[in-house]
């Protein structure tokens, strides 16, 4: 089945340490985003990509860091500067890039900082 | 910087009940989604409905836009104990920038 997978769906880290989210997807969809939310909140979007080898920073980016070298990947890297990272992370794909049409999302990451 | 807000902030009613949430925005839109997020789940998309459209509707799912108010609902009618998740709306801006920007949801109950 089509659709976006994200990995792992719980992860813990010690402070200090960097973290690798992995986000997949076989829609053949151009553009790709990455979400945080927080509890009883509504997502923040954190780095999006509208095209391969090319990614712009979303209203949150300080501490993350993302890479687009295929068009199916998008990972996240919640680094060692992220100052408060335990949250859930969505990421989302849509048709294009324009950032209006509809979002496909996946089934989220928790990270919990210990 | 959020751009729709929600309210209520959370509804629980009875099945067979009919579940209204709203959502309000303060710049022009090109367009306003509504998403549906079941706990710890990723968002579902549910309807779309563009800034020339008034009112959409997908099976029990009833949307309505009032650009003049900045304000749209989202009424699910006959709701059922399955229905209950969090409900956000999302706003697409006009102009190049587009960026979608989501609400903080509303959470709905349906008891059985």
């Known amino acids: 089945d089509g659709g976006i997978t994200q990995s792992p769906k719980y992860l813990f880290r010690k402070e200090g340490q960097n973290v690798t989210l992995s986000c997949e997807q076989n829609l053949n969809h151009d553009a790709m985003y990455w979400y945080r939310q927080d509890p009883g909140q509504g997502l923040r979007l954190i780095y999006y990509s509208q095209i391969v080898n090319d990614f712009q920073k979303g209203d949150i980016a300080e501490g993350y860091s993302v890479s687009r070298e295929k068009k199916e990947s998008f990972p996240l890297t919640v680094t060692s500067a992220q100052k408060n990272p335990t949250a859930f992370y969505l990421c989302a794909s849509s048709i294009d890039g324009v950032h209006t049409g509809e979002l496909f999302f996946g089934e989220g990451s928790r990270l919990t900082v210990l | ?112």
């Open chain 2, 1 to 112: 910087s959020q751009q729709g807000e929600e309210d209520p902030q959370a509804l629980s009613i009875q099945e067979g009940e009919n579940a209204t949430m709203n959502c309000s925005y303060k710049t022009s839109i090109n367009n306003l989604q509504w998403y549906r997020q079941n706990s710890g789940r990723g968002l579902v998309h549910l309807i779309l409905i563009r800034s020339n459209e008034r009112e959409k509707h997908s099976g029990r799912l009833r949307v309505t836009l009032d650009t003049s108010k900045k304000s749209s609902s989202l009424l699910i009618t006959a709701s059922r104990a399955a229905d209950t998740a969090s409900y956000f709306c999302a706003t697409a801006g006009s102009g190049n920038t587009g960026k979608l920007i989501f609400g903080q949801g509303t959470t709905l109950q349906v008891k059985p």
